[in-house]
């Protein structure tokens, strides 16, 4: 009886022995970690480009980087068919095969890596293309006016952006953004030309803040006032408005007494960027005017003029 309870035992311990899965060669291990390891970057730089926009505001199309990357990055029918070669590698009796499902799945995940980066550059690197419409309504709403119609060229284009995004060739779509960007520039500044002759009439100044940093010495016996130096506006420039893409220009107006100093200032046309507008009243604490002369004499009169909010690449 022992002796019977003994052998059916064995058999098990023995179907057990052969059914366990053998360890993979050594050499097929040290690629699968090496494609884990590269899997695991591409994860984390999708997982960064996320984190670096937590505002997650729409675009033109009123969709967020955050779909994009849904639609487009990593899917899970991808997620499944990569998961599926490194099973197979994993498992294959010959190191060969093993190296030639991982190197099919390494290519579908540097293809997924190239996307993610072509979505970056449309999101992170082209602005303010995705928003402008936002810039474009917040001029004149700043300025309280009713917006003009946008430039044909700015429709036409963000139609061929949306053609390309919607077929998911953010490549084409960033070429297209740094045409809209330009064209845009353009507009807003023809756009501010208009501001200016609407608000001349109403402006209302406020006195300097600070000590006036002194003026120049009039330089000639009929002249205008002038705009002498300042600190460099970079350094005015705010942090948060140059990570989202934010430019503009200010158009101030400042009343010079005859020593050149800016008595009071006001802003002619807002940027649409209320923190943009901040700036440049700070700034204009530091700049330096020469006065305007009539027949040689100093005498008190006013400056228009432009700040400018430009990222530099």
Same mark, same amino acid.
């Given at each position: 009886?022992r002796?019977g ?8 311990l ?16 040290v ?6 390891a ?7 730089g999708?997982?960064?480009l ?11 199309r ?21 998961q ?15 190296? %030639?499902?991982l190197?099919? &799945?390494?290519? +579908?995940?540097?293809?997924?890596? #190239?996307?993610?980066? *072509?979505i !970056? ?9 995705p ?10 709403e ?12 700015l429709?036409?284009l ?21 045409e ?20 001349m009439?109403?402006?209302r100044?406020?006195p300097?803040?600070?000590a006036?940093?002194?003026g ?15 600190d ?5 420039y ?5 990570? %989202?893409?934010?430019?503009? &220009?200010?158009? +101030?107006r400042?009343?010079?007494? #005859?020593?050149?100093? *800016?008595? !009071? ?9 209320p ?10 604490e ?24 430009v990222?530099?690449?």
């Open positions: 009886m002796r309870r003994v052998l059916p035992a064995l058999m098990m023995l179907f057990a022995a052969c059914a366990r899965e053998p360890p993979p060669d050594p050499v097929v291990a690629a699968i970690a090496k494609f884990d590269r899997q695991q970057v591409i994860d984390r999708i997982r960064e996320r984190a670096g926009k937590p505002e997650n505001e729409p675009d033109f009123g969709r967020t980087i955050s779909q994009d990357l849904d639609q487009w990055v990593m899917t899970p029918k991808t997620r499944d068919e990569i599926a070669l490194r099973t197979r590698a994993l498992k294959s009796i010959y190191p060969a095969d093993a190296q %030639r499902l190197a099919t &799945a390494e290519s +579908m995940l540097e293809e997924e890596s #190239g996307r993610a980066q *072509a !970056s550059k449309y999101w992170v690197d082209h602005l303010p293309a928003f402008w419409r936002r810039h474009w309504e917040s001029l004149f700043a300025n309280g006016l009713q917006a003009d119609e946008p430039d044909g060229m429709l036409d963000e139609s061929q952006m949306r053609k390309a995004l919607d077929a998911g060739d953010f490549a084409a779509a960033s070429e297209l953004a740094d809209l960007i330009a064209v845009l520039s353009e507009s807003r500044n023809r756009a501010t030309t208009r501001i200016i002759r609407a608000r009439s109403t402006l100044y406020q300097r803040k600070t006036c940093p002194g120049a010495p009039a330089t000639g016996p009929n002249e205008r006032a002038r705009f002498v130096r300042g460099s506006i970079d350094g005015f705010p942090a948060l408005a140059i990570r %989202r893409g934010e430019q503009g &220009a200010v158009v +101030m400042a009343r010079i007494d #005859g020593s050149g100093c *800016a008595r !009071s200032v006001a802003v002619v046309v807002r940027s649409g960027v923190s943009l507008d901040d700036a440049a009243l700070q700034w204009f530091t700049a330096r005017f020469s006065p305007a002369t009539s027949g040689g004499t100093p005498i008190d009169s006013e400056l228009t003029w432009k700040v400018l909010f990222i530099k690449s």
